[in-house]
């Protein structure tokens, strides 16, 4: 049994690169002043640039990497509905209106996403199909369907439960124990999500430029100094949409720095399937994420031809072959039928949690806004509160939000350096294995 598990073509990137290659740096000249100045080319960056642009002011979108480099192109794709939080939890945490109020935004968002596209006219490869969430014990299970019933209180939401005796007709595997079905959930190839939003936003009038790092901010609001790798630039705003790379510049975003923590998730892509055993692990087409706090994801790819699987173990520490591995083999223990198969890309992105597990959205004591922390959600997310920010800084209204300036927890033990991640993974890992009530949350 010595056939390797990777495909000929394996490569350690991005399946979504495939369609829409990455690496563009940009080396137009740099304006020596603008109105604002975005840090960081992912979805929230380009989603506040593209409301500022649009109101007429001048907007320049750095980043450091390529352009879109972070998450926004290594996601798994999903666009889902709710926030990664019971709402029992959250009502513990603000009391009932409030949390009502930004669980019901969680909603919002998503359905902002899917008009958002539809009226740019944007191709991001949607399939439309609904989620199983798929409960990991018999526990979990009723933890699913207790959090539904919960949210389903308060907000009208489409879902139903799936008992063990019936997943077959959506999973092609016997080792959960049934699943709650949201029939509001769907999945976009991210990188081309993103590639429409980088022409939108140069199109209004804005510049995108990858290769050049914000290496420090002075001032204050209505006067930055912006140090960068490629000179100084001036600039009355600064929005921050850094999140799971907050840390990769150390004195350009203190702020950030010490508050969201990146937190590692990892993804292999089969190479294509017969349409035989596509139906069989995937009769019914849909995404699916497990209960686990450790949790797992699976989804097909916009063709229906392949399966793109992940974890966010950062346990799962190693080299990239070991790590395909060991997604390789919880995929295979997943839906036994797709051994034999192989691999044929891995890759990894960052993830940006606060300490709270909340998005936060606001502008901090030095005038700097900031859009981030949006855990493992910032397709729609990122989408909503980018514009929300960038509305509040083109101050032409419908930036409101439950979300704006919520107090944003730091830690003194964390300086950017995410130490205790597989500490916390282990930690999880137990409870997954021992406790198994998972992550009792709907979204
Ligand atoms: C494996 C994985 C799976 C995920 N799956 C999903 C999913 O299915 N659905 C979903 O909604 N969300 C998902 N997420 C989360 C989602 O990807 C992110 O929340 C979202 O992409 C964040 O977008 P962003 O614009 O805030 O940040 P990013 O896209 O991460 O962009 C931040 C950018 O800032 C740049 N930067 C940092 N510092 C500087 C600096 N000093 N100067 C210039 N540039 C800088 C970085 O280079 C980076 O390009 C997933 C994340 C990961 C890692």
Redesign the pocket.
């Known amino acids: 049994m010595s056939r390797t598990i990777f495909s000929d073509d394996f490569l350690v990137q991005p399946l979504w690169w495939d369609d829409v290659p990455r690496g563009e740096t940009t080396a137009s000249d740099l304006p020596d002043s603008v109105d604002v100045l975005i840090?960081?080319?992912?979805?929230?960056?380009l989603n506040a640039g593209l409301v500022t642009a649009r109101a007429g002011m001048k907007t320049l979108v750095?980043?450091?990497?390529a352009i879109?480099?972070?998450?926004?192109t290594?996601?798994?794709?999903?666009?889902?509905r709710f926030l990664h939080y019971s709402i029992a939890r959250l009502i513990e945490m603000f009391g009932e209106e409030q949390a009502v109020a930004m669980y019901r935004e969680g909603g919002e968002a998503h359905f902002h996403f899917l008009d958002f596209v539809k009226s740019e006219g944007f191709d991001v490869g949607m399939l439309y199909r609904g989620r199983f969430s798929a409960a990991h014990t018999p526990q979990a299970y009723e933890a699913l369907e207790e959090n539904a019933r919960n949210v389903s209180r308060y907000i009208p939401f489409r879902y139903e439960m799936c008992p063990r005796s019936r997943q077959r007709e959506h999973i092609g595997t016997d080792i959960y124990h049934g699943g709650l079905i949201l029939h509001e959930h769907g999945t976009v190839q991210p990188a081309k999500y993103h590639q429409c939003l980088v022409d939108a936003v140069r199109s209004a009038g804005a510049q995108v430029v990858g290769g050049n790092?914000?290496r420090h901010i002075r001032g204050r609001r209505g006067a930055f100094e912006v140090t960068t790798a490629r000179g100084v630039i001036k600039t009355r705003e600064v929005i921050a949409?850094?999140?799971?790379?907050?840390n990769?510049?150390r004195h350009?975003?203190p702020y950030l720095r010490k508050r969201v923590i990146p937190v590692p998730?990892?993804?292999i892509a089969t190479e294509p399937l017969a349409p035989e055993l596509m139906k069989t692990v995937k009769p019914s087409g849909k995404a699916v994420y497990d209960s686990k706090i450790n949790l797992n994801w699976d989804r097909p790819t916009p063709d229906d031809r392949a399966i793109v699987f992940?974890g966010r173990s950062g346990t799962l520490e190693g080299r990239p072959h070991d790590k395909a591995k060991q997604l390789y083999d919880i995929m295979t223990t997943t839906y036994p039928d797709l051994r034999g198969v192989r691999i044929r890309r891995y890759w990894q992105?960052?993830?940006?949690f606060g300490f709270d597990k909340l998005t936060h959205v606001g502008c901090n004591e030095h005038g700097i806004h900031y859009a981030?922390s949006?855990s493992?959600?910032?397709?729609?997310?990122?989408t909503y509160f980018g514009q929300k920010v960038g509305r509040r800084v083109a101050d032409i209204g419908g930036g409101d939000t439950s979300f704006w300036n919520l107090r944003f927890p730091a830690n003194p033990l964390f300086n950017g350096r995410p130490w205790f991640v597989p500490l916390l993974a282990a930690f999880y890992d137990f409870q997954d294995r021992f406790i198994g009530q998972g992550n009792k949350k709907t979204g």
């Open positions: 840090v960081g080319s992912g979805f929230a960056g750095l980043d450091r990497g879109g480099e972070g998450a926004s290594r996601l798994v794709g999903y666009i889902g790092a914000v949409c850094t999140n799971g790379y907050s990769q510049e350009a975003l998730g990892y993804q992940g992105g960052f993830m940006g981030t949006f493992a959600s910032g397709l729609p997310l990122g």
